[in-house]
């Protein structure tokens, strides 16, 4: 896998920090590690085209 990498910078709230470090934690992975198989999850999630346009509506 030659995949470039990119970098990508967000701010979320300490109390959310928190809980995704306990949860990653819980998991035995690293924060980076967890926040990156959520993306993916969602990326690749069936029927999420249908709870985006629910969002939007």
Not at 21 to 43: L, N, P, T, W, Y
Request: aromatic residues 2%; hydrophobic residues 30%.
């Amino acid at each position: 896998m030659n995949d470039k990498l990119t970098r990508m910078s967000i701010d979320i709230a300490q109390k959310e920090h928190k809980k995704i470090k306990m949860r990653a934690a819980k998991e035995g992975v690293s924060i980076r590690e967890f926040v990156i198989d959520c993306i993916q999850d969602k990326i690749d999630c069936q029927g999420c085209e249908k709870d985006l346009k629910k969002r939007k509506s």
